[in-house]
């Protein structure tokens, strides 16, 4: 009787007291139910439980589920909620280098989604993620990710919450600073949502409109 875990593709948030599922490599969202549900709920419960065949095949099936030697711990997303606004700033001249620099980035942003893997992607923000050193300041992130959202209306690129989120994401990298990448989920009907954070301030979004999704994927900055 095998042991499971996720794959390491793989990642899941409690949706209104169901797991919902990203798989990244397959670029899709996954919810469980009867025997899969019910073998996944248990597993949650006791770690260490050694499943039966059948309901090991019903989880292996799913694609979702790999073998373990051991015992291994199936903890859901969890990140603090972001409750800040990112505050608005109205003064200030318009830097044409930045404006020409965050129409680049949404401008790649916008073809990469179109041709590369969703998992090549957020494997590039993990890893720029771990060539940071040093954590930066609330008060640096805020004032960069005011730039960029001061910015943005001016280039003329249709927004997209996950586009716009890796172009900041990668704005805020060049300038050697980081922010929580976050993908989220609601269910009835099913959204999928995607944002940045830092210290408790949503930086392109709004805390209301974040709050009724439910991470179930996090790049954290640190």
């Known amino acids: 009787m095998?042991?499971?875990?996720?794959?390491?593709?793989?990642?899941?948030?409690?949706?209104?007291?169901?797991p919902v599922f990203l798989d990244l490599r397959r670029d899709r969202y996954f919810a469980l139910d009867g025997t899969a549900r019910s073998a996944f709920g248990a597993l949650c419960r006791e770690p260490d439980l050694a499943l039966d065949s059948r309901s090991a095949a019903h989880l292996l099936a799913t694609g979702l589920f790999m073998t373990a030697e051991k015992p291994t711990e199936l903890p859901p997303v969890n990140i603090l909620p972001a409750t800040r606004e990112l505050p608005i700033v109205s003064d200030g001249s318009l830097a044409?280098?930045?404006?020409?620099?965050?129409?680049?980035?949404?401008?790649?942003?916008?073809?990469?989604l179109q041709s590369e893997p969703i998992e090549k992607l957020?494997?590039?923000c993990r890893r720029g993620t771990r060539q940071r050193s040093a954590r930066a300041s609330t008060d640096r992130i805020v004032a960069l990710a005011q730039r960029f959202r001061r910015l943005r209306p001016w280039v003329p690129i249709r927004?997209?919450?996950?586009?716009?989120?890796?172009?900041?994401?990668?704005?805020?990298?060049?300038?050697?600073?980081?922010?929580?990448?976050?993908l989220g989920v609601?269910?009835?009907p099913f959204a999928a949502h995607s944002w940045l954070q830092f210290d408790g301030v949503?930086?392109?979004?709004?805390?209301?409109?974040?709050?009724?999704?439910?991470?179930v994927l996090t790049v954290p900055c640190n």
């Open 96 to 112: 044409p280098l930045d404006l020409i620099e965050i129409g680049w980035l949404l401008q790649r942003a916008h073809r990469a």
């Open 202 to 215: 949503v930086l392109n979004d709004t805390p209301e409109r974040v709050a009724a999704f439910t991470p």
């Open 2 to 18: 095998p042991y499971l875990q996720l794959q390491r593709h793989v990642s899941f948030g409690i949706v209104e007291d169901r």
């Open 159 to 182: 927004p997209s919450c996950l586009q716009d989120s890796l172009a900041l994401h990668h704005w805020l990298g060049r300038r050697g600073s980081s922010a929580d990448l976050i």
């Open 186 to 188: 609601k269910l009835n």
């Open 122 to 124: 957020i494997e590039g």
